[in-house]
C-alpha cells in the first residue's frame, strides 16, 4: 500500500533547480522522522538527507550537503526537497521514504519500511 506520492522531477540543466515534493496520506507522517533516497541508473538506492518530526533536525549526504534543503509542512502533510545546482551526478530516481524501522539512524534503504513511487531527476550536462 503506497502512503505517497512524489512529484516535481524532470529534465533540467547543469546548475538548474528543482522542488520535489511528497504528499502522504500515512496517519503518523506528523509524528514521523522522514527521509529521501536516490537510485540512480545502475546502482543501489542511496541515502539523500533525513529530517526530524518537527522539521528541527536535519542531515545530508556528503554529496548533496550545501546545495539540497528537506522540509516538511506537517499541516500539509508533505515532505520536500528543494534541489538547488544540479550536477549530472544527481540523475535518478528520488524517493521519499516512511516507517523508519526502530533503532536504526534511516541513512541506509534497509532502515525503512516503505516508500514512494519515485520521481524522475535528470542533469544533462
Known amino acids: 500500500q503506497v502512503h505517497a506520492v512524489e512529484s516535481g522531477g524532470g529534465l533540467v540543466q547543469t546548475g538548474d533547480s528543482l522542488r520535489l515534493s511528497c504528499p502522504s496520506s500515512a496517519r503518523t507522517f506528523t509524528s514521523s522522522t522522514m527521509a529521501w533516497f536516490r537510485q540512480g541508473p545502475g546502482k543501489e538506492r542511496e541515502f539523500v538527507a533525513i529530517?526530524?518530526?518537527?522539521?528541527?533536525?536535519?542531515y545530508y549526504a556528503d554529496s548533496v550537503r550545501g546545495r539540497f534543503t528537506i522540509s516538511r509542512d506537517n499541516d500539509k502533510n508533505t515532505l520536500y526537497l528543494q534541489m538547488d545546482t544540479l550536477e549530472p551526478e544527481d540523475t535518478a530516481t528520488y524517493y521519499c521514504?516512511?516507517?523508519?524501522?526502530?533503532?536504526?539512524?534511516?541513512?541506509?534503504?534497509?532502515?525503512?519500511?516503505?516508500w514512494g513511487q519515485g520521481t524522475q531527476v535528470t542533469v544533462s550536462a
Open positions: 521514504a516512511l516507517g523508519r524501522l526502530p533503532n536504526r539512524n534511516g541513512t541506509k534503504s534497509a532502515d525503512w519500511r516503505s
Open positions: 529530517i526530524s518530526w518537527d522539521g528541527g533536525t536535519t
